[in-house]
Structures are given as C-alpha cells and as structure tokens.
C-alpha cells in the first residue's frame, strides 16, 4: 500500500517532493544553517540532488518516502521529512526523518508530521518499527522523539560521531 498523494494535518500539507521542489531541497540539505548538529555534515549540491534522487526512488519502488512539507495557508516549503524503508543493526525499519529550514524551527511542524507519519506507519506498515537515529547533542530532535512516544534504545557510534537510536513499535493494529 502506497502513501496517498497528500497527506494533510491541521497546518501542513505532505506530499512527494515534485520537480519544482528541487532548489528548496538542494537549500535545507547544503545550508550549514540547518546542520549545526555535529553527525551529519551538509551536503554539497550533487550530494543533495543524489539524495532526492534516493528519495525518489524510493517513491517509485516502496510507495514511501520523504515528504516535501509545506504550510497549509501559505503554500511555503518549510523542509523536508517523513519515513524512508532501510536496513538498521540487521532489522528492516522505517526511519523517520526532518530536516526544515531555521524560519520553521521552534513551532511544532515537526512533531506534527511526526504524528502523521506514524499514523501512516501504523496502518501500512504495522510489522516494522520506526526509528530516528540523531547526534546526541540534538536536543531539538530528542525532545520530537520524547513528544512521539519514542523509547530510548542505546547510544552508538555512526562514522565515528556519537548519536542516540530512538524506537517506536508499531502497535498491532486493533481489530
């Protein structure tokens, strides 16, 4: 089962990044701005461009990805977040992902695409957990983790940067 083509909440609109989401993309994923946690240096423009590349195929394969994420009233980009498949320590998970650019820092666009994206988890994907994996200096990303309901699993090293393993287990759907 797929994501549908939108997905909205009370101020965000999720969808598929489009072709005209590229230069915003290339933006929040190049800009030292939006990468002043140590773990994940930003990227330069190929690097950015290979990773919409991923996301998009992922799209076309899986029928999940990450989501450009935009204001409802203004049609803004505010960033760019949602849930890729992959592999971590061995276990096929969905790792839940953010990343928006400083205007939209602070006002809760993150935990609110949270909470959508595990309710698409929890209807599409219920045999696999969720996790967010981020440096464990971030302390904006671990208070979105503690808001979802994540549990704390361990700290561990990625390329030699300490960060911190988050997991949601999807509930068994209710019958």
């Known amino acids: 089962m797929s994501v549908p083509s939108e997905i909205r909440t009370r101020r965000l609109l999720l969808r598929r990044p489009l072709p005209a989401d590229t230069e915003p993309f290339v933006e929040v ?3 030292p701005d939006t990468h002043v946690f140590p773990g994940v240096a930003p990227r330069d423009r190929a690097q950015s461009l290979r990773l919409l ?3 998009q195929s992922d799209w076309d394969a899986r029928g999940v990805g990450y989501w450009t994420v935009l204001s409802v009233t203004s049609g803004d980009v505010l960033g760019f977040g949602g849930l890729r498949e992959c592999v ?3 276990e096929d998970v969905l790792n839940l992902y953010f990343r928006f650019l400083p205007a939209a820092w602070g006002r809760g666009y993150a935990p609110e695409m949270g909470h959508a994206a ?3 988890a929890h209807r599409n994907r219920p045999g696999l957990p969720v996790v967010i ?3 464990v200096r971030n302390a904006p990303a671990i208070r979105v983790a503690d808001k979802l309901g994540f549990g704390r ?3 561990r090293l990625h390329e030699g940067v300490p960060e911190v393993l988050y997991r949601w287990s999807v509930p068994e759907p209710l019958r």
Do not use: F, K, Q
């Open 88 to 90: 971590d320590d061995a």
């Open 153 to 155: 699993v361990r700290e």
């Open 118 to 120: 595990l309710r698409w």
């Open 29 to 31: 994923h190049t800009s």
């Open 133 to 135: 994996a981020t440096s």
């Open 53 to 55: 590349d991923g996301i």
